[in-house]
T-cell receptor, first 117, second 116 residues
């Protein structure tokens, strides 16, 4: 149980295009989902926290107009990188916190490798 | 502010030998401490956590970690390393009073290589 999927696992796009990444909790309802960014050989940096049905909370320095987050249901959150540029190339990881569990419980997706040419 | 330090970028150990991956932390209150493992191009997998109680925490795949409050450390250990343990390991901490996983802070990661 407690599986989180991400789609796509890998995407290559041209500069200026938008890319949508999906994060799904497959066998549980997620009150909260988190989006992280990871650069090569570096740690995870939290980008934003999304709660179902409400606006996402962005961390300092993360452009909300650049990284659009939608948490439309208790099992799906999406991250859209708008007008992507090469510096947006990174590994994006989501995690989900099951409904009714302690706030320190989160399950991570397998990540999405974004390459912007 | 809270922080996590993993002083070693890389740890190499021979298969069958004990391994230790170091982690020290800083929080203003009581810590919740976590270890995660990441395989190449994969998300993080939970290994173990310390919330309260026994200082020695046992987790998945034979790993354990010891919470040492006086040294503010939470080192990850395994008595006998396997080649399949080779991966990137992250320590994470949050203040017990913060009330949200949003406050989780990750260390920079330690690449563990187990040599056959």
């Amino acid at each position: 149980g407690a599986v989180v999927s991400q789609h796509p696992s890998r995407v290559i796009c041209k500069s200026g295009t938008s890319v949508k990444i999906e994060c799904r909790s497959l066998d549980f309802q997620a009150t909260t989902m988190f989006w992280y960014r990871q650069f090569p050989k570096q740690s995870l940096m939290l980008m934003a926290t999304s709660n179902e049905g409400s606006k996402a909370t962005y961390e300092q320095g993360v452009e909300k107009d650049k990284f659009l987050i939608n948490h439309a249901s208790l099992t799906l959150s999406t991250l859209t990188v708008t007008s992507a540029h090469p510096e947006d190339s990174s590994f994006y990881i989501c995690s989900a916190q099951p409904r009714g569990t302690p706030t320190d419980t989160q399950y991570f997706g397998p990540g999405t490798r974004l390459t912007v040419l | 502010a809270q922080s996590v330090a993993q002083p070693e970028d890389q740890v190499n150990v021979a298969e069958g030998n004990p391994l230790t991956v170091k982690c020290t932390y800083s929080v203003s209150g009581n810590p919740y401490l976590f270890w995660y493992v990441q395989y190449p191009n994969r998300g993080l997998q939970f290994l173990l956590k310390y919330i309260t109680g026994d200082n020695l925490v046992k987790g998945s795949y034979g790993f354990e970690a010891e919470f040492n409050k006086s040294q503010t450390s939470f080192h990850l250990k395994k008595p006998s390393a396997l080649v399949s343990d080779s991966a990137l390991y992250f320590c994470a901490v949050r203040d017990a009073s913060s009330g949200s996983a949003r406050q989780l802070t990750f260390g920079s990661g330690t690449q563990l290589t187990v040599l056959p």
